[in-house]
């Protein structure tokens, strides 16, 4: 007898696609044809990719099941340090989802399709105002794809003044992908070490900084968690040698409201949707990122943007623009979410998001402190970072705390990043958690580091209540198995 | 406010802990001179209900609704979208997921990309896709530079004109900062590329084509594949509309080597233009050089199988400047979407619907033609066509638009000397009876 | 990870401060890395090599290692030109892991062998993995 599919609790086995179904089901209605067959050369013809024939049942019982071996937001807390995994309101689905929106062909002209622009002018604008800022393009799909269009701005900003400039400062706690996207505008990244309080020191950037720099990437709060307190003043330095201050607004969740980044020196900022502004992650994506410069920066952006004259709305694209970044408007979709999340929260309650964002994040760190290395003893924004520096003697690492959280219900914060704290465990819990659900948490750790103390075998051989325990990547990269 | 749990007396309490007596002191290490000094000139905050409305509002103003049967394609297309597809990819386990980094939480969501790798890759006959980039334009972008990348010290890079305007658009913002050559293949009478200026081009890293094209010609993939390969270039494939594949053959079949294109088709709307996904896929020695996110099979402590993301060391996190692109994400659910769409298909299902598609557009197309109109390009096309109009067609596209459908793409404003040309598309939502209804009306 | 006396660092072999190895094999020298290098490695899974054929001047990055998370380039300690790769590790890449010191990566006809010389002996190597 074939094993049944059940494994524990409601955890069902489900094979890959192709082991299941047989030639001739169907798993969606296909109109019949009622005009005859055109002819096709044979020579053009394919044969038809070797896909697996499922019913509708099928394929909706398979999905299903590989949902419940998911952790999603709406599952549990997720504290992922960096990516804000805060709640993902429902009603924006349905806006996102309304029918006139999904079925909105982009190549419409204007008059036919003016609601759809009108979202995107009046987000332009909001986005605008929420950053302090002049001007946006929300084109981008992405936070690195935002940066990149930030990055090719200040290549053609730097080319309109006569001279390419060939490097750019990047602090040591930077996201990976900041020297990536310096890199694909060919600027070669010059690091900068973070100073001891874990921001950036001013000496530094002044010796640094000269006429071939085409400015610096900054991450404020930073990924420490830590606001960078002297920006203003590495701006002015910045600019005084013709140079550019980019924002990575990653962070952006703890600074709504409170910090105006035209006001930091800030000429280029990008946003993720899909952190501050409550769009889903959707397992890796689609997300959405933003570019806003300053009134100077504005003819660069990437084109189309809508503009309104007061009664009609128009896609404008400007000569001097570095041109598309995407086949059309970005993920439109998500700019939807996002927009109704803005207009849910007006003002009022986006501060406040920032601000309990902030307070949960200094609960957290307070109450922690004394059981996990805090790698910053400093007042922390939206996240703060500790370390397993404590657990070493036992040879428990960060890996061992993090798939043990897994264990308790927890998915676990970010690890191993900033590279610059070694063994870095980084806890943004966000605003969305309820202080009931920040003392579980907090106990759940406190009881982890007991259990490191005790019995250290039980966390090296954690998750245990999964459906799969900890998988071998050193053999995924040695073999890769990509396709099945 | 219904996001945000915190009470006042919890706000105390959590002060008390923290050890500050307000708000203000937990934001010290902020200037004042970088301070939001007024407050955000926002709309009022909004009741779910009151959203609803300002919502509706805004949607009345679309003139295009969705009873509109829309014959424009050119990279967003309508097609059916069975009701189990945004059902199930509705479940918050898969959308409210980061990407899968711890896998023993989200075997769901790298199952189900690897089984999108899989599926993808064998619909356009390469040995390895990646999980999906943001689009087809800015993945034609990426597989330029891959080929740049593996072409190692050579500097130029050709496209034919008959690819999308707007992908070649992207490819020049992305190409616009460094020192590579793009150099343009003009496209001959019959609407296919040109590809007799290839002939020992020196230091040409890759080419790349659209297939079916911009005009939905079929482009002779195999004599592309033979003069590009003479002339020491990789061959990049793209396309706008997979569905094709279920009735053509597919470009890596015809040797390809990178293959890249728009997969909005398989499950998603038009939705004005995005969410869909990059499929990328390349032959199975190219693979250190593929950007994007990959998901592996292996096993764990107990010898099961299971899935986790692999050969990350390709990739921004790691490689930091040197990586082989920048992006950091996929597009995630839309991935899953296109893999449950192809499920729901299958194989004997995407042929058939493949072959509608043909005879749908080959039926306008002929009937235009006896309206009157002429088939500007003689290759044999799929979905899509491009015809001239003798007369001003705008008067019978008006004519047209208010009997709610939308038809043609004026070409104009893409290609010089397209006066009165039009792209048409025709997918299985438009019946007999539209199509009809767009024939008799451009006899009139 | 090895604590420094855990460290295998045979005295028949040269070190750089890069964590390589280089040894004279009559007029061609066998280039590789350290016990060192391999722990803090850990499970090696690609190893990108040169072709042969290709030349590169002392310090020259030759190649790439990686691990599941990490990339580490590889500078070339002496100068030449690649006369042989190891391609066993194309496959078993885990070699530079079991067997550092007969696991060579590439082999090179130096421009002058006697640069050799101005490596690391042993004593001077472990002198710098103990910081001194």
Known sequence: MKNGPGRSGLIMDEPLLWE??????????????????????????GEGPDFPDLSEGEVVRHYTRLSQWNFGVDTGMYPLGSCTMKYNPKINEKHAAAEEITSAHPLLDDEY??????????????????????????????GAHGELAGM??????????????????????????????????????????????????????????????????????NTLGLFEENIREIAE???????????????????????????????????????????????????????????????????????????????????????????????????????????TMGAEYLKKASQYAVLNASYVKVKLKDHLHLAYDRPCMHEAVFSDKNQQKNHVSTLDIAKRLMDYGYHPPTIYFPLVVPGAIMIE??????????????????????????????????????????LDETQAARNPCLCG | MRYLPHTDEDIRTMFDAIGVKDFEELFITVPESCRYDKEMALPLPKTEWAL???????????????????????????????????????????????????????????QGLFEYQTLTARLLGVDVANASMYDGASALAEALLMGLRIGKRKKRVAMSAAIHPHFREV????????????????????????????????????????????FGVVEEMEAAAEAIHQAGALFVAGFSEPLAFGLLKNPGEAGADIVCGEGQSFGMPESFGGPGLGMFGCKQKYVRNLPGRLVGETTDLDGNRGYVLTLATREQHIRRGKATSNICSNQGICTLTAAMYMASLGGTGLRKLARLNYDRSEYLKQGLEEAGASVCFSSPTFNEFVVEFKDDFRPVQKRLMEQKIVAGLDLAKYYPGFDNRYLFCVTETASKEILDTVISEVKK | MKEVHELNLPEDVRYTKDHEWAKVTGDTI????????QDQMGDIVFVEMPAVGDTFEEGDEFGTLESVKAVTELYIPVGGEVVAINEELEDTPELLNQDPYGGWIVEIKPNDIQEIEQLFDRDTYLGVLKGE
């Open chain 2, 52 to 110: 609803n409305k300002y919502m509706a509002e805004i949607r009345t103003m679309m003139k295009v609704t969705p009873e509109h049967t829309v014959l424009i394609g050119a990279g967003r297309y309508q097609h059916n979208i069975p009701s189990s597809i945004p059902s199930i990819m509705g479940r918050s386990e898969l959308l409210t997921a980061y990407t899968p980094y711890q896998p023993e939480m989200a075997q769901g969501t790298l």
């Open chain 1, 20 to 45: 299941k179904g047989k030639k001739g089901r169907n798993g969606m209605s296909i109109p019949e044809s009622d005009i005859p067959a055109a002819l096709l050369a044979d020579e053009l013809c």
């Open chain 1, 113 to 142: 399709c003016q609601g759809t622009l009108r979202i995107i002018y009046e987000l332009q604008n909001f986005l605008a105002e929420i950053t302090g800022l002049d001007a946006v393009s929300l084109q981008p799909a992405a």
């Open chain 2, 171 to 214: 490819v020049r913002t992305y190409f616009h900062p460094i020192e590579f050559e793009i150099i343009e293949l003009p496209f001959l009478e019959d609407g296919r590329t040109d590809f007799s200026s290839l002939v020992d081009e020196n230091g040409l890293a890759a080419v790349a084509l659209q297939s079916p094209n911009f």
């Open chain 3, 30 to 37: 066998k280039i590789g890395i350290s016990d060192y290098a």
């Open chain 1, 429 to 470: 819990p966000t605003e969305t958690e309820s202080l009931e659900e920040l003392d579980t948490f907090i106990d759940v750790v406190k009881m982890i580091v007991k259990e490191a103390e005790t019995d250290p075998e039980l966390l090296h051989n954690s998750p245990s209540r999964f459906k799969v325990k900890r």
């Open chain 1, 152 to 221: 090719l701005i200040f290549d053609a900003y730097h080319q309109n003044k006569g001279k390419k400039r060939s490097k750019i400062l990047m602090p040591d706690t930077a996201h990976g992908t900041n020297p990536a996207s310096a890199a694909l505008c060919g600027y070669k990244p010059v690091e900068i070490k973070s100073g001891e309080r874990g921001i950036l020191d001013v000496e530094q950037i002044r010796e640094l900084m000269d006429e071939e720099t085409a400015g610096i990437m900054i991450t404020n709060p």
């Open chain 1, 237 to 343: 330095i910045v600019h005084e040698k013709g140079g550019l201050v980019y924002g990575d607004g990653a962070n952006m969740n703890a600074i709504m409201g409170i910090v105006d980044l035209k006001a930091c020196g800030v000429d280029v900022l990008h946003l993720n949707l899909h952190k501050t502004f409550s769009t889903p992650h959707g397992g890796g994506g689609p997300g959405a990122g933003p570019v806003c410069v300053v009134d100077e920066l504005q003819k660069y952006l990437p084109s189309p943007r809508v503009e309104f004259d007061g009664s009609t709305y128009s896609q404008v694209e400007d000569p001097a623009s570095i041109g598309r970044m995407h086949g059309f408007h970005g993920n439109y979709g998500v700019l939807v979410k996002a927009f109704c999340y803005i207009l």
